[in-house]
């Protein structure tokens, strides 16, 4: 039953990879594979969202396309006077590049069968060429981006054969491109996102997330006027790229201002019923049904008005789940603890 059951460490391994790295799931929202003939791509950064007519995205059949109703935002405190709304500012023919480091950290028990003991992975860098292609009248814009680069960093204690094994799966990502449009209020309205033809399943769940990761970053402004001191709560409910569903909790805070220039502190609290994980990829005899999951986290993220990519970012959120793995007739228990560090910076 142990060598049975290993296989399926590793496809958890891989669908873990973005623990909180979500799409929201709010009425309203769409997945929807993209015509032949047409097909837009994803998103990366933080951005917006109302309504905004997008020009035609390029023809791509490999592409999906998702429309999102906005999260659930209220103002706890609206902060000092001075106060104004929070806008976002870009000009057409815009372009930002955006590096992103993940590192993520993972440990299994599977009870009488063992599991795997806590490790952390070397980090994995991504660099993102971006560029605003449109913005409306409203305010509203789209960007197209595209994953330039992928690289496996060293860090102690990394055993060589696990770097050069990421770097060989990791490589399948370099060429996924996509677009966002977005409002000037920070939420993402629409986005559509083309993995590459030669990508493996594991390697698509994992930019599936890497892409969702960058609008966990983003940062949805309230309506109102605020100052500094400000406070909001965000409450979206969302679907993970790894086939759970969950409710999440957002509280930012503007701790600094100065002209177009903030800092802001976050905190993030996610949840998730009972349930079977139906995650793309899973082998025909194997399910799984999640006990219990909970997440939090915090960062802090400095941005500047006039851009898309913040000017720096971190995030760091731990979660613990425990499920049930039914592996061809065979079940077990299982407790999975996760660690996720992502940073975001210009440059």
Not at 241 to 269: C, H, W
Request: proline share 9%; glycine share 8%.
């Amino acid at each position: 039953m142990r060598r049975r059951i290993r296989p399926l460490f590793a496809l958890l391994s891989l669908l873990a990879l973005a623990p909180a790295c979500t799409k929201s799931d709010a009425p309203g929202t769409v997945d929807k594979p993209a015509p032949e003939a047409q097909a837009p791509a994803p998103e990366a950064a933080p951005a917006p969202a109302p309504v905004a007519q997008a020009p035609a995205a390029p023809a791509d059949a490999a592409a999906t396309v998702t429309t999102s109703a906005p999260p659930e935002i209220e103002v706890l405190d609206a902060g000092q006077e001075p106060r104004e709304p929070l806008r976002v500012k870009v000009q057409a023919g815009q372009r930002e590049t955006m590096i992103m480091v993940m590192t993520m950290g993972m440990g299994m028990d599977m009870g009488g069968l063992g599991g795997m003991p806590f490790t952390k992975m070397p980090p994995i860098e991504m660099k993102m060429d971006l560029h605003i292609t449109s913005v409306s009248d409203t305010g509203d814009f789209r960007y197209e981006f595209n994953l330039a680069g992928v690289d496996i960093k060293d860090a102690p204690g990394t055993m060589p054969e696990l770097r050069e094994a990421m770097k060989g799966a990791m490589a399948g990502m370099v060429g996924l491109s996509g677009h966002s449009v977005v409002s000037n209020r920070g939420e993402v309205r629409e986005a559509g996102f083309k993995v590459p033809p030669n990508a493996t399943p594991q390697v698509k769940q994992t930019l599936d997330g890497m892409q969702q990761s960058i609008q966990q970053i983003a940062i949805p402004f309230p309506e109102e006027a605020v100052g500094v001191g400000a406070r909001w709560k965000v409450t979206s409910k969302l679907a993970q790229v790894n086939g759970i569903a969950l409710n999440q909790e957002s509280t930012y805070e503007i701790v600094e201002r100065d002209g177009d220039t903030l800092k802001m502190k976050t905190a993030i609290v996610q949840s998730a019923p009972p349930q079977q994980i139906k995650a793309p990829g899973m082998p025909a005899t194997a399910s799984v049904f999640l006990e219990s999951m909970a997440s939090s986290g915090d960062g802090q993220t400095a941005f500047d008005l006039n851009k898309v990519v913040p000017v720096e970012g971190n995030m760091s959120l731990g979660s613990k789940m425990a499920m049930n793995v039914d592996a061809g007739g065979q079940k077990q228990s299982m407790s999975m603890k996760m660690d996720l560090d992502l940073g975001i910076r210009s440059n």
